[in-house]
Structure formats: C-alpha cells, structure tokens
C-alpha cells in the first residue's frame, strides 16, 4: 500500500500538539510534525507529543524546522565561520527532536535569497557546508533532506543532480510539486532527475488558477509522478502539504488521503520491495 500522511503544517496556526491530535483523531496515523517554536523543542513538549502519538498508534517520519526561513544566513552566507557553528549548535536540537519521535528525516530548504543575491557561497563551498550538516545530523540518527524550494539554490534540476554527483547516496531529497512549478520546473521532469533520492514528498493539486489545492481536486498526474520515482523512492511517504485555506475540516483531508492512496497503489511497480529503508538511509553512511 502507498505510503500517505499529512504534515501539521496543513493547520498552521493550530498548536503542533492541536494538529496532531485533530487529524488523529479523523484516523490519519502517518505525519511530518512543522515545529513552529523552541518550546516545541523541549524533552517535555517532544514527550508529550510522544504520548499521544502512542494514544493514536500515530507515527512522525519527517520533521519540518520553523527555523527553515533562516537557513540561508546561517548557513550560506559570507560572514564569520561563527555563524554557521552557532546554526549547528541550533539544529542539533532539532536532529534530537527528530530522534525523540522516532522520525529518520528533517526537511531542509538550504540557501535563498539574500538581498539582491542568491546564495552568497559557491556551488561547492555550498555543498560542502551541506555534507557537514549532513554529517551532523547523522549522529543523532537522522537523515537531512534538502527540499526544492522556490526561490532558493535547489529549485533547479542542475543544482539537485549537482549534490547527487558531488555526495551520490547522501544527497536524498524531499520533492514537492508545487515548489517546482513556481519555480518553472516541470514537476515529472524533476522527479525523474533525481529518482532514486526522493524520500519524502510534499504533494498537493493544482489547477489554472490555484496552486495548492488538496490531492484529488485537481490535474496532477500522480501515476506519472509515481511511476518516474525508482530505487527507494518505493518507500518515499507522500506528505499532504497544503494552507488551511485549501479545506473546511479534517475530514477533507482524511478522503483526500485515501484518495491519494488509492491512486499510487494502483501505480505501484510489482517487482518493488515496499518495506521500508528509512533506518538504511542514516545507518548505511
């Protein structure tokens, strides 16, 4: 069966801990948990959030920072070496955080604009401070994920099989379709360029006039997403990523869900091994 959950931040400004048990409580047991503070960081908070993802037989497979919007300044830009050590010694919490809930994989969307500017680093000293973060998380067990964000280093094809080259099996990906076509990218062609790297996937609909609508309410061609991914893109979990805006109440979101699994079973490969690599990706470096 197809592997879908949804990310909490779909009910953004809702609590975390809110978002995870109302859409438990619709029945959907699979999630990307979207910290949205440094409290959420605590071993309290991350214990509470345990509790209840027992209560409901829930499960986190990826964790997305708040922090994301900063990534650029910390990590790539031109000033003191300080800097990015400081940013380290702040993703460590969220490498631990991942770890706590039992989720292989942190979302991260790298360099962006700044100013005028893209990235103030070169292609190369950029993914060589990735390997370090890279390097770092693995010591919590977790496996950083660069995203295709708009607007930064990776929306492009080039850049991503640029990492692949440079790193091979540690450049793994979390692809989503819409930050592709805002970016200009053609959504089947990038998956098809980096197949085999996908491990997560932030998924929504679109049509003519929007952008971001839940799976199943517009003219995405998931088969054909599906069908482009090979390796251990099998075992890839599709994340319902979309703005409150883009449903009345979780149980739009529990059928867009089933929906969504029902269409990639139908597209599975037959002679692909399912069961998952996540704990691969991490112990296998």
């Known amino acids: ?32 948990v979207h910290f949205s503070t440094f409290s959420e960081l605590t071993d309290s908070y991350l214990k509470e959030c345990n509790k209840l993802l027992r209560y409901y037989g829930a499960a986190v497979h990826s ?15 031109d000033y003191s070496e300080r800097r990015f050590a400081d940013g380290l010694e702040i993703y460590k919490q969220y490498f631990h955080a991942t770890a706590k809930l039992g989720a292989p994989y942190l979302v ?38 660069h995203e295709n964000v708009f607007e930064h280093t990776a929306e492009s094809i080039a850049f991503c099989r640029k990492l692949i080259d440079y790193l091979g099996d540690k450049a793994l990906f979390t692809f989503d379709n819409k930050q592709a076509r805002r970016a200009g990218q053609d959504p089947l062609a990038f998956v098809t ?16 006039d929007h952008d971001c609508l839940l799976p199943g309410r517009g003219r995405e061609d998931y088969p054909a997403l599906r069908e482009a991914m090979s390796g251990g893109d099998a075992a890839a979990f599709w994340m319902i990523e979309v703005y409150n805006d883009a449903f009345r109440d979780e149980g739009e979101i529990r059928q ?13 490969k037959p002679s692909e091994n399912l069961q998952t690599i996540h704990g691969n990706d991490t112990k296998s470096k």
């Not at 964790?63 to 830009?77: D, K, Q």
């Not at 991260?108 to 292609?123: M, N, Y």
């Not at 360029?193 to 003519?208: E, L, M």
């Open 1 to 32: 069966m197809a592997n879908v959950g949804v990310s909490t931040s779909c009910f953004y400004p809702m609590e975390t801990e809110r978002a995870l048990a109302c859409a438990a409580e619709a029945g959907i047991g699979d999630f990307e």
């Open 63 to 77: 964790v997305h920072p708040f922090y994301s919007v900063l990534e650029s300044a910390m990590f790539f830009s």
């Open 108 to 145: 991260f969307h790298g360099g962006g604009k700044i100013g005028k500017t893209r990235c103030l680093v070169s292609d190369d000293e950029y993914i060589e401070r990735y390997n370090l973060l890279c390097e770092c998380a693995k010591k919590f067990d977790v496996t950083l994920l």
């Open 193 to 208: 360029a980096i197949s085999g790297h996908i491990r997560n996937i932030h998924i929504s609909d679109w049509n003519k």
């Open 256 to 268: 867009s869900v089933q929906y969504l699994r029902s269409v990639l079973s139908r597209a599975e």
